[in-house]
């Protein structure tokens, strides 16, 4: 792939998915089926019905193809149509979400996700659907030696049919896992694991593990029309030795962290040091599904070592 | 190399008497295979499902391939264009609606 001038990747780029060529890796965040009869290993909320990832030519009734950034084809991340209100746990199918499964590479410590997106709500009613995204984002699960964490930031777009238009960043939570996982005690997702799903909602649209960036607030280009998309650069570089935020980059945009700031530090989990999964996800406001869109998506690291 | 994709489209879905599964984009795909999976049936229950495509993903007209099964069945469909879902009903021996839960997967090669 001609990497294009939005992208600003670092030194060695470890894949470059441009939805041109496939999937590249990509596909529906599904729980691990282990339980008997293959059932899924936490059921603390409804963790099977989210929307389905595919290939989009992004294709309207009135429009027609909309396309890529580059090409014909990007990554859509549809919900379903549903949603619960903003202060309860997500309601089953409200989000859609698509992870890629890679490891980090030797002597990594510096790691920066990017990509193209826009987002939207179906077209299929008139006038606009802006108000019916609540919101979109992305972030890392990764594990060290010492902790698994998932740095990563949420554009909050709108609440209960409130515009907010405003990015969070995942942050440390002290949630009891009780808080963390809606009740239970005996959750599988320690406290500041998956907190795309997990940690007390309000109706604000805060979380549990998200923290506001100050001078966050943003209206990116949803557009006039529920059928036309403005391809929109975003950027995250984390601090893989810090387990720190370095910079956020979206649009025209640089948002800066507060200083150390970091997700979570959970404990490890067996079995998975040293994954790298970027996800990506969209959560619906209102009844009607939501789309993210992707095209492309550039995962780079520095090693500071000449190879 | 073709590219080759199999989405689930439904897990384990819960349907109250109307299916419509979830509006997928595929045209990049040349064929398509819809399995259909159909859990915990009583005797006499079983799904009604038309294939159906789309120019838009909003508005559908039937394909004309039929799935009708009690258990587990597929159906292929070629020149579809960008959409594809099944749509359909679930009855009961005597024909009367019932609640089911379906699995449905999507493949798709081109």
């Not at chain 1, 594990?143 to 990563?152: I, L, N, T």
């Not at chain 1, 049919?161 to 949630?175: E, F, K, L, M, N």
């Not at chain 1, 619906?284 to 500071?304: C, H, K, N, P, Y």
């Not at chain 2, 009961?92 to 699995?103: E, Q």
Request: charged share 25%.
């Amino acid at each position: 792939m001609q990497l294009s001038g939005y992208f600003d990747p670092l030194p060695r780029v470890l894949v470059a998915d441009d939805f041109d060529n496939g999937m590249s890796g990509w596909l529906d965040l599904r729980p691990n089926f282990v339980a008997p009869d293959f059932r899924e290993h936490s059921d603390d909320i409804d963790l099977i019905h989210w929307g389905p990832t595919m290939l989009s030519s992004a294709t309207f009734a009135f429009g027609g193809t909309h396309g890529s950034a580059q090409g014909t084809y990007s990554l859509k991340i549809s919900s379903r149509a549903s949603a619960a209100p903003a202060d309860q746990p997500p309601a089953p199918g409200s989000m859609g979400l698509a992870i890629k499964r890679l490891a980090v590479p030797p002597r990594a410590h510096r790691l920066r996700i990017e990509a193209l997106f826009a987002y939207k709500a179906e077209q299929d009613r008139p006038g606009l659907g802006v108000d019916d995204v609540r919101a979109f984002g992305f972030f890392v699960d990764l594990q060290d030696a010492e902790h698994r964490f998932m740095p990563g930031v949420r554009y909050v777009n709108a609440v209960d049919g409130r515009p907010v238009r405003a990015w969070q960043y995942y942050s440390a939570t002290d949630a009891t896992d009780a808080e963390w996982n809606y009740g239970a005690t005996d959750g599988w997702h320690k406290p500041g694991v998956d907190p795309q799903w997990f940690g007390r909602r309000s109706a604000d649209g805060s979380t549990d593990a998200t923290t506001w960036f100050d001078e966050g607030a943003q209206h990116l280009i949803y557009n006039e029309s529920d059928d036309k998309l403005n391809w929109t650069p975003l950027s995250l570089t984390i601090d893989l030795r810090t387990r720190r935020y370095e910079e956020f980059r979206v649009g025209g945009r640089i948002l800066t962290f507060p200083d150390g700031a970091h997700p979570t530090l959970a404990p490890a989990y067996d079995d998975i040091e040293g994954l790298l999964n970027p996800v990506f996800f969209v959560e619906a406001d209102t009844d009607r599904r939501v789309s993210l869109f992707l095209d492309s998506v550039v995962i780079s690291v520095e090693t500071g070592v000449a190879s | 190399m073709k590219t080759f994709s199999t989405s689930v489209v439904e897990l384990r879905q819960r349907f109250d008497q109307t299916v419509e599964t979830h509006p997928y984009e595929c045209g990049w795909a040349d064929e398509a295979l819809f399995f259909v999976e159909l859990h915990d049936a009583e005797p006499g229950e079983r799904v009604v499902l038309r294939v159906q495509l789309s120019a838009d993903g909003i508005r559908w007209l039937d394909e004309g391939t039929v799935i009708e099964t009690a258990a587990a069945s597929f159906a292929r469909v070629t020149h579809f264009g960008g959409f594809l879902r099944l749509a359909g009903t679930a009855i009961r021996a005597d024909g009367g609606p019932i609640s089911v839960t379906l699995s449905v997967r999507l493949a798709l090669k081109g």
